[in-house]
């Protein structure tokens, strides 16, 4: 199961749903630069903060960049979340139950140094690794959110 984005949320979702359903059909995940907390909420081992990026103090234009789909995700909540718990693990896996996290594929999830999502993705892939999930973790430098998508475009 592969997933970018709001596809890879979606793709957890559908690891969480294959899981509880009894069926365990999915035999490993790809994550690239998932949602994983729509609910933007901090739980145990995952708390957002602009220090966690290397970023020189001079430097507006990733700073703006890190925190500006941060408030893009409070919009989509707004827009399309209406009456929805945005704590279900279907909606934010992050908030997935051990025993469901236990349960998971082995996991490969890509970040990018930029992006705002980068601390809820590395948490989501630690919290599967405390749980004993197989999971490895990519980090891309310098890029930013959906850099999948630019390939050929940016450097």
């Given at each position: 199961m592969v997933g970018a984005s709001s596809g890879a949320n979606i793709a957890a979702a559908m690891?969480?749903?294959?899981?509880?359903?009894?069926?365990?059909?999915?035999?490993?995940?790809?994550?690239?630069y998932p949602v994983v907390?729509?609910?933007?909420?901090e739980t145990p081992g995952y708390e957002w903060s602009l220090d966690e990026y290397?970023?020189?103090?001079?430097?507006?234009?990733?700073?703006?960049?890190?925190?500006?789909l941060g408030?893009?995700?409070?919009?989509?909540?707004?827009?399309?979340?209406?009456?929805?718990?945005?704590?279900?693990p279907l909606v934010s896996p992050l908030f997935a139950?051990?025993?469901?996290i236990q349960q998971m594929p082995p996991t490969i999830?890509?970040?990018?140094?930029?992006?705002?999502?980068?601390?809820?993705?590395?948490?989501y892939g630690k919290r599967?690794?405390?749980?004993g999930v197989?999971?490895?973790?990519?980090?891309y430098l310098g890029l930013d959110h959906g850099f999948v998508y630019k390939i050929g475009i940016s450097p």
């Open positions: 690891n969480i749903y294959d899981i509880e359903s009894g069926n365990q059909w999915i035999k490993q995940q790809i994550l690239l907390n729509m609910a933007l909420k290397d970023i020189h103090d001079n430097d507006e234009i990733i700073t703006f960049i890190v925190k500006s408030i893009g995700v409070h919009y989509i909540n707004k827009l399309y979340a209406k009456n929805v718990d945005l704590k279900d139950s051990d025993k469901t999830i890509v970040t990018a140094e930029y992006d705002f999502l980068r601390i809820e993705s590395e948490a599967l690794l405390i749980n197989q999971t490895s973790f990519f980090r």
